[in-house]
């Protein structure tokens, strides 16, 4: 059941969105349509994620977006990725082996963007890895706010390894916690946790213990001294628990580590209640602020995961992050903001499409405070959300009855 305080605030922020999309000033707004989450997660996997395989059989417009996911490499990395998690969420909720089989076809494509498998040699570490590349890890749509044009090489990216490496331990997990399923695509799952194992294990040289307490991270390639962004170390501390099972190792440790040197970073907004995220933290410092709203969603998503099992965060972290969203992101207007600390009174802050909550809304099937912000949000975006919604929609097709025994 939703706290009343969190479910009457979140009721007066859906009002603001349907009345948005009244038809003129004055008019009650419509009931808000029936969605059907099934239909819309085929209709933006057919549209997002551009199957590899079978050239023969593509549409012009697939070979547009192939075309478009050459020029953006971490699209083509994200679509994929997240379009797994979501096909694996939908087997959860209506107990059909397609939508695994289709995960596991898409595992392979994902396979086949690594670099060792395009036979691309890091010119840095004179090596070719089994790690994903790209020129930005993110999207161009949800890019740093202060990177730029990307104009570097492309170069292997922890955080992008990172993303592939959890989405695909969501797989294999579902595979290996049913015991039918194990006797089918057993061969298939322990061969891909092999290889996300491998792509992991490029960047362990990159790794450092934080000076302070049992905390770490990883640093850019050949600057000891800074750390990656912490969107990205998120990422990377989601991939090791996921590898680690539960269950003491080395990868436990790092998920750990990872999640202190987080946690540890966090600040308090002027009300004392909402959360803050620096987006570059230091070693030995908290680090600047003003982190994109996107990016602040993939530590959310982090606490979100992490705190049931007791992974660092607490209870206490879990409810800061539910303020954050319901005063900073949620709060009284059909848009978001792009940076959390530019919110205003007087909403004079910069704001964006409502995808840059995205992965703040990935929570909808875990904790019902999101799951009517989730729905209005995906009746909103429609057929138009980009594959970072596939995680979202798919929390939100309805569960079939389990079979009586």
């Given at each position: 059941?939703?706290?009343?305080?969190?479910?009457?605030?979140?009721?007066?922020?859906?009002?603001?969105?349907?009345?948005?999309?009244?038809?003129?000033?004055?008019?009650?707004?419509?009931p808000?349509?029936e969605?059907?989450?099934?239909?819309?997660?085929?209709?933006?996997?057919?549209?997002?994620?551009?199957?590899?395989?079978?050239p023969?059989?593509?549409?012009?417009?697939?070979?547009?977006?192939?075309?478009?996911?050459?020029?953006?490499?971490?699209?083509?990395?994200?679509?994929?990725?997240?379009?797994?998690e979501?096909?694996?969420?939908?087997?959860?909720?209506r107990?059909?082996?397609v939508?695994?089989?289709?995960a596991?076809?898409?595992?392979?494509?994902?396979?086949?963007?690594?670099d060792?498998?395009?036979?691309?040699?890091?010119?840095?570490?004179?090596?070719?890895?089994?790690?994903?590349?790209a020129?930005?890890?993110?999207?161009?749509?949800f890019?740093?706010?202060?990177?730029?044009?990307?104009?570097?090489?492309r170069?292997?990216?922890?955080?992008?390894?990172?993303?592939?490496v959890?989405?695909?331990?969501?797989?294999?997990?579902?595979?290996?916690?049913?015991?039918?399923?194990?006797?089918?695509?057993?061969?298939?799952?322990?061969?891909?946790?092999?290889?996300?194992?491998?792509?992991?294990?490029?960047?362990?040289e990159?790794?450092?213990?934080?000076?302070?307490?049992?905390?770490?991270?990883?640093?850019?390639?050949?600057?000891?001294?800074?750390?990656?962004?912490?969107?990205?170390?998120?990422?990377?501390?989601?991939?090791?628990?996921?590898?680690?099972?539960?269950?003491?190792?080395?990868?436990?440790?790092?998920?750990?580590?990872?999640a202190r040197?987080?946690?540890?970073?966090?600040?308090?907004?002027?009300?004392?209640?909402?959360?803050?995220?620096?987006?570059?933290?230091?070693p030995?410092?908290?680090?600047g602020?003003?982190?994109?709203?996107?990016?602040?969603?993939?530590?959310?998503?982090?606490?979100?995961?992490?705190?049931?099992?007791?992974?660092?965060?607490?209870?206490?972290?879990r409810?800061?992050?539910?303020?954050?969203?319901?005063?900073?992101?949620?709060?009284?207007?059909?848009?978001?903001?792009?940076?959390?600390?530019?919110?205003?009174?007087?909403?004079?802050?910069?704001?964006?499409?409502?995808?840059?909550?995205?992965?703040?809304?990935w929570?909808a099937?875990?904790?019902?405070?999101?799951?009517?912000?989730?729905?209005?949000?995906?009746?909103?975006?429609?057929?138009?959300?980009?594959?970072?919604?596939?995680?979202?929609?798919?929390?939100?097709?309805?569960?079939?009855?389990?079979?009586?025994?």
């Amino acid at each position: 059941m939703i706290d009343r305080p969190y479910s009457r605030r979140l009721a007066t922020a859906l009002g603001a969105l349907a009345l948005a999309a009244a038809p003129a000033r004055g008019q009650d707004p419509a009931p808000p349509p029936e969605l059907d989450a099934l239909a819309l997660f085929e209709e933006i996997l057919r549209q997002r994620v551009v199957p590899m395989r079978a050239p023969q059989a593509r549409s012009e417009q697939a070979d547009e977006e192939e075309e478009a996911e050459r020029e953006d490499e971490a699209a083509a990395v994200w679509s994929r990725s997240l379009a797994i998690e979501g096909l694996v969420e939908l087997y959860r909720r209506r107990r059909e082996d397609v939508y695994l089989e289709r995960a596991l076809a898409l595992s392979e494509d994902l396979l086949a963007l690594r670099d060792s498998a395009q036979k691309r040699r890091d010119p840095r570490r004179k090596a070719t890895l089994a790690a994903w590349s790209a020129r930005s890890a993110y999207p161009k749509a949800f890019a740093p706010i202060d990177a730029g044009a990307a104009t570097g090489e492309r170069e292997p990216s922890p955080a992008l390894t990172a993303l592939a490496v959890a989405c695909g331990m969501e797989l294999v997990l579902q595979i290996e916690g049913e015991p039918r399923l194990l006797k089918l695509h057993k061969r298939a799952s322990q061969a891909l946790e092999k290889e996300l194992q491998r792509a992991l294990a490029c960047f362990d040289e990159e790794y450092m213990h934080a000076p302070a307490g049992k905390e770490g991270y990883y640093y850019p390639l050949g600057d000891t001294q800074t750390c990656l962004p912490s969107a990205d170390l998120a990422l990377l501390s989601r991939a090791h628990l996921a590898l680690a099972r539960g269950k003491k190792s080395e990868h436990l440790d790092r998920g750990e580590s990872l999640a202190r040197f987080l946690r540890s970073r966090l600040t308090k907004g002027p009300d004392g209640v909402t959360l803050r995220w620096a987006p570059v933290a230091t070693p030995n410092g908290r680090g600047g602020k003003n982190e994109r709203c996107f990016h602040a969603g993939l530590l959310a998503d982090l606490v979100r995961r992490a705190e049931p099992q007791r992974c660092v965060f607490e209870t206490s972290d879990r409810k800061a992050m539910r303020e954050t969203f319901l005063r900073l992101i949620f709060a009284s207007t059909p848009r978001v903001p792009r940076l959390l600390d530019e919110v205003r009174p007087d909403e004079s802050s910069e704001m964006v499409g409502l995808e840059e909550a995205l992965p703040w809304l990935w929570a909808a099937a875990s904790d019902p405070l999101f799951r009517d912000a989730a729905l209005e949000v995906a009746r909103r975006l429609g057929s138009s959300a980009p594959a970072e919604a596939l995680p979202m929609i798919a929390a939100l097709v309805a569960p079939v009855e389990a079979p009586k025994k």
